[in-house]
Structures are given as C-alpha cells and as structure tokens.
C-alpha cells in the first residue's frame, strides 16, 4: 500500500475517526515478520456473507499454532507474516486490549515461535505472541469515492452486502485512490475491524490509535483513510 503515515506525539488528538493500521510483512526490515511452521493445516471454516453466503475471510489455522520469526532480533508488538493469523501481536497490546476494553478482534491463538531466524530459540527466549482474525463488521466501503481501476468490473447482481471488490461476481480492482466508507454503516464499527467489501485492511478507530502510540506499541503504522492509496500493479 502506498500512503502517508500518521504519527502523532502521546496526547496528541487527531480529527480523523478511523484509519488504516499498516504492519510491515515481507518489506520489513527493523523488525521481524512471520511465516507459519512447515505442516500447518487450516479448516475449511471462514467468515462468510450474512446476505450471499460467499467467504469474505480467509481459512482458519489449525493448531498446532507455531511460527517463525524471519529477522528476529527485534520483534514488535505487531508482527505481519504470511499464512496463520492475520496478525500477531505481543502480551503487552493484549493486556492494553483488555484493559481499555477495546472491540474487534474475534479470536485470539496461543502461538509457540519454533525457529528465531535459522536456529531453535533457548529456553524463555522467544517472545510471547498471539495470533488473531479481525472481525468482519457491516461496515461497508463505498466503492464510488475510492477511485477505483477495476481488472475485472462487477457483474450484474454483484452481493449489495459483501461487494463490491473481492473477487469473483463482486468484481476485483487493480488500484484504488483512498478509502470510503459508507457513513450510515458506522454504527456497526467497533475499535479494530475488516469492512465487509474491503478485505485485507484492518481499520482502526482514532481512540485506538491513540491508545497504541501513546503506550509506545512498535511496529504499527496509522494512514488516513483518505491517503490509503493501494495498487497491485505499482
């Protein structure tokens, strides 16, 4: 995703209500990213379209739950990989999580970090991770202000709920401009969550943003919603 990160000093107030929380994968060079261990299985549950039935999710991992950590000498509190959860995170924004009593994430997996780089990690050296999986909400992105370029355009009878975007029926886009979302949709929204239409993004209130960068949490990047540009091709 191309975009212009938010940062802003502890007490800081920002007028924007949501935005997009980018955690570095594969390009992440200050901290480590993750790739599930060899073996791993997933069910053939997912999240699925209260209106069409179509997934709007990715499988679910199976356990055991382990994973390495690729670059790990410095691991954040926000951990992106490939595989698994779609996310880890560390016991510290858990126990924020909690303790601010903030909403949206559905489930939460214990995870054992297996390999440190190339090597077996010594006994109470690898760090205390969680996987989780984002709630979907019926929140929807409204795909007439983002500035889409569609590959394949949506048909005809595309889900109103789960579309458009995403694949198939609903059609899939090559680049988009920002991110909208639908304003009579936003008393579904809780603190952290996925749009029902937009896969892949996880969208973040403002007072969890706050929350996150004023305990020092590593590894997060907050984007505007209007800056959250994104393309496949570029």
Known sequence: MMN?????????????PYFVMEVPRLTEYRYAWFEVARGCSYSKAYARCPACGGAVGSLMWQPPYDVVLKQARRV??????FGGPE???STRFSDLYRRARLTGIARWLPVTVRMLGARVPKANEAPSLLGVYFSRRLVRADWSKMGVKWLTR???GYCRVCGPGGGGRNGCYSSIERIAIDPKTLGHAGDMFQAMNLHGEVLVSARARQLIEDSGLENAHFIRLTDARCSFFE
């Open 154 to 156: 949506p048909k005809v």
């Open 87 to 89: 996310l880890l995170v």
């Open 4 to 16: 212009t990160r938010v940062h802003l000093k502890p007490g800081a107030v920002c007028a924007d």
């Open 76 to 81: 954040g509190d926000f951990v992106g990989g």
